[in-house]
């Protein structure tokens, strides 16, 4: 059983980078695509972005594509996101989710993932 743990959460200032780190337990993160989604309150889960496990493909949701990355750090068995600039709107729960699906074009749907994190929330001060 994969169990996701995300951390770095918190208050971040507008305009200031956001930084989340997903960490697994019971598996490796290599052998899956991992993907970050977020929950504002009243709002559906959103798709933030995707890295594929093998070929490494990333995949960003329209309202974040161009100030995200998402990467591996394999020896330490997490994936991190990086936001920079963060906007009022980007409060929200943020989730990690593990997937075997390869396919980046599957993995802005949440039920290509099988194994979630609880989240981490993140505030966002003006």
């Known amino acids: 059983q994969v169990q996701l743990v995300e951390t770095g959460g918190g208050l971040v200032q507008t305009g200031n980078d956001l930084r989340l780190s997903c960490a697994a337990s019971?598996?490796?993160?290599?052998?899956?695509?991992v993907g970050w989604f977020r929950q504002a309150p009243g709002q559906e889960r959103e798709f933030v972005g995707s890295?594929?496990?093998?070929?490494?493909?990333?995949k960003y949701g329209r309202s974040v594509e161009d100030r995200t990355t998402i990467s591996r750090d394999d020896a330490k068995n997490t994936v991190n996101l990086r936001m920079n600039v963060v906007k009022p709107e980007d409060a929200a729960v943020y989730y990690c989710?593990?997937?075997?699906?390869?396919?980046?074009?599957?993995?802005?749907?949440?039920?290509?993932?099988?194994?979630w994190g609880h989240g981490t929330r993140v505030t966002v001060s003006s």
């Open positions: 019971g598996g490796t993160l290599p052998s899956f695509s």
């Open positions: 989710a593990a997937s075997r699906v390869g396919d980046s074009s599957y993995l802005h749907d949440p039920v290509s993932y099988e194994y």
């Open positions: 890295i594929t496990w093998g070929g490494r493909r990333t």
